[in-house]
């Protein structure tokens, strides 16, 4: 046996894995050296556009959706006031330009958060005359509704930025178990619920073709290209996007800026050279959790649970997990869900221990967010669209069916998560065994000891 050390909360565990055990951490690429000039080079060329500075002009009203303050603030701190400036440059009016927080149906983030992730320079200039706002996905005055595409996916997105004379997005490439990559961010960031869930529905989340990292065939990077399409067909012009290709802490490999898909093909270029990791499929997979994710604290039962259901998602040519494998997450989770935060959050996970299967709860998510005090949280107290946990447990569907077990080793609530089919053990010793039981003493076995507090990647399954 080897000794791995390993994410658990707040603090690490050392925990014995056989010796033939395979153990994966996110290493940094090289960064670049001078950001500033590569940002204004890919400004000034970018992919599949004129330059930003050929698109702006003066009286013309400019909208700019940025990532939430779930990521890293790195990125936006340095893109923005440049992408600003080169407006400003062109003649258009300081007046003239809103930045939407591209929060989607998560909570809406408080001023001095906002001040944090964009920095005093740009809070100071557009928070004081409401030119810096969230994006809410719920009130229809804020919202513009363009159609729906041939599959059927709502498209109705976010008012200002659709009216707009100029829409630019600012977002970050990395790995993720939605789409192989993230990107397109104005799809997602910026769409209303009903939008959201017509594209987040269970029968594209749990596809077989959606369960798997790879942006080229992924079932639901097609959708979100699909609706990014009709969207800008419909609104009569392209997105600028600017994406940052991303390491650790936001740490930027590349910039990259011009329209999509267009600019999609250097950012996933790039992005591959560093996202992904040899891996052989593991009839036990190990899982570091640590003690925040983005959507909050790992003491949230749902919220820890996504944290070992979500990576097994993530695999290029074979499933890293076989069929009947195992995977065990270290947390001390208390499984305890703060009501103010993710109102809806209890209610469906009951509702789910009443009911066979995921895909059942979908007939209650209309009724569950329609909830006028869910509603009233969401508007107004900074909680989670009463939406969300349908959305969470779909993607999760996925693992639960494929594993033969998922256990939760270390919580210190046992039952909140036999509520949502995992297994609880009182530390990892407790878990192996109970591995092992199932899938044998000579397991293959991967470890991802840091996969969320470092940087999400993709399990490459070649052999």
């Given at each position: 046996?080897?000794?791995?050390e390993?994410?658990?909360?707040?603090?690490?565990?050392?925990?014995?894995?056989?010796?033939?055990?395979?153990?994966?951490?996110?290493?940094?690429?090289?960064?670049?050296a001078?950001?500033?000039?590569?940002?204004?080079?890919?400004?000034?060329?970018?992919?599949?556009s004129?330059?930003l500075a050929?698109l702006?002009r003066?009286?013309?009203?400019?909208?700019?959706?940025?990532?939430?303050?779930?990521?890293?603030?790195?990125?936006?701190?340095?893109?923005?006031?440049?992408?600003?400036?080169?407006?400003?440059?062109?003649?258009?009016?300081?007046?003239?330009?809103?930045l939407?927080?591209?929060?989607?149906?998560?909570?809406?983030?408080?001023?001095?958060?906002?001040?944090?992730?964009?920095?005093?320079?740009?809070?100071?200039?557009?928070?004081?005359?409401?030119?810096?706002?969230?994006?809410?996905?719920?009130d229809?005055?804020?919202?513009?509704?363009?159609?729906?595409t041939?599959?059927?996916?709502?498209?109705?997105h976010?008012?200002r930025?659709?009216?707009?004379?100029?829409?630019?997005?600012?977002g970050?490439?990395?790995?993720?178990?939605?789409?192989?990559?993230?990107?397109?961010?104005?799809?997602?960031?910026?769409?209303s619920?009903?939008s959201?869930?017509?594209?987040?529905?269970?029968?594209?989340?749990?596809?077989?073709?959606?369960?798997t990292?790879d942006?080229?065939?992924?079932?639901?990077?097609?959708?979100?290209?699909?609706?990014?399409?009709?969207?800008?067909?419909?609104?009569?012009?392209r997105?600028f996007?600017v994406?940052?290709?991303v390491?650790?802490?936001?740490?930027?490999a590349?910039?990259?800026a011009?329209?999509?898909?267009?600019?999609?093909?250097?950012c996933?270029?790039?992005?591959?050279?560093?996202?992904?990791?040899?891996?052989?499929?593991?009839?036990?997979?190990?899982?570091?959790?640590?003690?925040?994710?983005?959507?909050?604290?790992?003491?949230?039962?749902?919220?820890?649970?996504i944290?070992?259901?979500?990576?097994?998602?993530?695999?290029?040519?074979?499933?890293?997990?076989?069929?009947?494998?195992?995977?065990?997450?270290l947390?001390?989770?208390?499984?305890?869900?703060?009501?103010?935060?993710?109102?809806?959050?209890?209610?469906?996970?009951?509702?789910y221990?009443?009911?066979?299967?995921?895909?059942?709860?979908q007939?209650?998510?209309?009724?569950?967010?329609s909830?006028?005090?869910?509603?009233?949280?969401?508007?107004?107290?900074?909680?989670?669209?009463?939406?969300?946990?349908f959305?969470?447990l779909?993607?999760?569907?996925?693992?639960?069916?494929?594993?033969s077990?998922v256990?939760?080793?270390?919580?210190?609530?046992?039952?909140?998560?036999?509520?949502?089919?995992?297994?609880p053990?009182?530390?990892?010793?407790?878990?192996?065994k109970?591995?092992?039981?199932?899938?044998?003493?000579?397991?293959?076995?991967?470890?991802a000891p840091?996969?969320?507090?470092r940087?999400?990647?993709?399990?490459?399954?070649?052999?």
């Amino acid at each position: 046996m080897k000794q791995v050390e390993a994410d658990f909360g707040a603090r690490k565990v050392n925990i014995d894995v056989p010796d033939d055990s395979t153990v994966i951490e996110f290493e940094n690429p090289k960064f670049l050296a001078d950001p500033v000039t590569r940002i204004r080079q890919a400004l000034k060329n970018p992919v599949g556009s004129p330059p930003l500075a050929e698109l702006a002009r003066s009286g013309m009203t400019v909208a700019i959706g940025f990532d939430d303050p779930t990521r890293p603030p790195l990125p936006w701190q340095t893109i923005m006031p440049m992408v600003i400036d080169e407006l400003i440059g062109s003649g258009v009016r300081e007046k003239d330009i809103s930045l939407i927080c591209a929060n989607g149906a998560h909570r809406k983030w408080n001023p001095e958060e906002l001040k944090r992730f964009l920095g005093d320079h740009l809070y100071d200039r557009f928070w004081p005359g409401g030119q810096l706002v969230n994006h809410d996905c719920q009130d229809p005055n804020e919202l513009s509704y363009l159609g729906r595409t041939e599959r059927g996916a709502c498209v109705e997105h976010n008012r200002r930025f659709v009216e707009a004379d100029l829409s630019i997005y600012v977002g970050t490439v990395s790995a993720t178990y939605v789409g192989g990559y993230s990107g397109t961010g104005a799809v997602t960031g910026l769409a209303s619920a009903k939008s959201l869930a017509s594209h987040h529905a269970h029968r594209f989340w749990h596809s077989a073709e959606s369960t798997t990292g790879d942006h080229r065939t992924m079932m639901y990077r097609g959708m979100k290209a699909e609706v990014h399409d009709f969207m800008e067909k419909t609104m009569g012009k392209r997105v600028f996007y600017v994406n940052s290709v991303v390491g650790v802490g936001g740490r930027m490999a590349g910039v990259f800026a011009g329209y999509s898909p267009e600019v999609e093909t250097p950012c996933w270029e790039l992005a591959d050279t560093f996202n992904l990791y040899p891996s052989p499929q593991a009839d036990i997979m190990v899982v570091g959790l640590g003690n925040w994710f983005a959507y909050g604290e790992a003491d949230n039962t749902l919220i820890a649970a996504i944290g070992c259901l979500n990576p097994p998602r993530i695999w290029l040519n074979k499933p890293v997990l076989v069929n009947g494998g195992v995977v065990i997450g270290l947390n001390p989770s208390k499984g305890q869900i703060d009501s103010t935060m993710y109102p809806s959050y209890q209610e469906v996970i009951d509702l789910y221990d009443r009911h066979h299967d995921i895909s059942e709860l979908q007939q209650y998510e209309l009724e569950i967010s329609s909830r006028p005090r869910y509603l009233d949280l969401y508007k107004n107290g900074s909680s989670y669209h009463p939406r969300h946990p349908f959305w969470l447990l779909y993607i999760g569907h996925y693992t639960l069916q494929r594993a033969s077990a998922v256990i939760m080793a270390g919580t210190e609530n046992p039952g909140a998560f036999r509520k949502l089919g995992i297994t609880p053990a009182r530390d990892f010793d407790h878990a192996w065994k109970i591995a092992t039981k199932i899938n044998g003493d000579n397991p293959a076995t991967v470890v991802a000891p840091t996969f969320w507090t470092r940087r999400q990647f993709k399990f490459d399954v070649s052999g």
